[in-house]
Nanobody, 129 residues
Framework: QVQLVDYGGGSVQAGGSLTLSCAGA????????MAWFRQIPGKGRERVAS????????YYADSVKGRFTIYPDNASTTIYLQMNSLKPEDSAMYFC??????????????????????WGRGTQVTVSS
């Protein structure tokens, strides 16, 4: 059973940067799709980025393209989400998630929160204007 620990959230001003981390075992095994989701109160979880472990195919939501970068630390078992040029609308609880998906699905736009079985507990990001 993969265990995920996500952390690194905080409060920043608009235009600032944060890097979220997602630590856990088995990331070095190819075939895992690692993703970051975010959720605001009263809404479902939105996938903002994902990466296919082993081949590196990535997905980004339109709202974060060019500002967020997902990448693994191949020397350890951590997935990062580098968030630059943060906006107040990026404020949310961020969760990392993992499941077995093909690179085609992992780097495509169809996967939702229902397609991931393993989750971190979440880390809060607050961006003030």
């Amino acid at each position: 059973q993969v265990q995920l620990v996500d952390y690194g959230g905080g409060s920043v001003q608009a235009g600032g940067s944060l890097t979220l981390s997602c630590a856990g075992a088995l990331y070095s095994e190819s075939g895992y799709c690692m993703a970051w989701f975010r959720q605001i109160p009263g809404k479902g979880r939105e996938r903002v980025a994902s990466i296919y472990i082993g081949r590196g195919g990535t997905y980004y939501a339109d709202s974060v393209k060019g500002r967020f970068t997902i990448y693994p630390d191949n020397a350890s078992t951590t997935i990062y989400l580098q968030m630059n040029s943060l906006k107040p609308e990026d404020s949310a609880m961020y969760f990392c998630a993992a499941d077995h998906w093909s690179e085609e699905y992992c780097s495509g736009g169809s996967l939702t929160e229902d397609d991931f079985d393993t989750w971190g507990r979440g880390t809060q990001v607050t961006v003030s204007s």
